[in-house]
Nanobody, 127 residues
Framework: QVQPVESGGGSVQAGGSLRLSCAAS????????VGWFRQAPGKEREFVAA???????????KYADSVKGRFTISRDNAKNTVYLQMNSLKPEDTAVYYC?????????????????WGQGTQVTVSS
């Protein structure tokens, strides 16, 4: 079992930036795909970005169309941490952001392919 923990949420004005972190203590964390999802009030949880490892140093990333060019997902395997750098934030990015751990062989955009979820961190963007 891999238990991810998010941090880094907060409140910013439109156009600002935040960096979210997702950390886990398990040594095998680096082997698994990690996804970021978000859920705004009254809306369903939606995919934001995901990253999977290829070999020792490669990675594959996927992004939702709504965040492409603004958000960047990355991972530091030495720190067992995945980051979500969010730039040019918009009010519509306001949501609770969740980190989730998926499988080892695929990088999915489907939340049902992720087995372990963090508690979420609030991101609020004001206009």
């Amino acid at each position: 079992q891999v238990q991810p923990v998010e941090s880094g949420g907060g409140s910013v004005q439109a156009g600002g930036s935040l960096r979210l972190s997702c950390a886990a203590s398990e040594r095998t964390f680096s082997l698994y795909a990690v996804g970021w999802f978000r859920q705004a009030p009254g809306k369903e949880r939606e995919f934001v970005a995901a990253i999977g490892s290829i070999g020792w140093s490669g990675s594959i990333t996927k992004y939702a169309d709504s965040v492409k060019g603004r958000f960047t997902i990355s991972r530091d395997n030495a720190k067992n941490t995945v980051y979500l750098q969010m730039n040019s934030l918009k009010p519509e990015d306001t949501a609770v952001y969740y980190c989730a751990v998926g499988g080892r062989l695929t990088v999915s955009i489907n939340l049902h392919d992720y087995n372990y979820w963090g508690q979420g961190t609030q991101v609020t963007v004001s206009s």
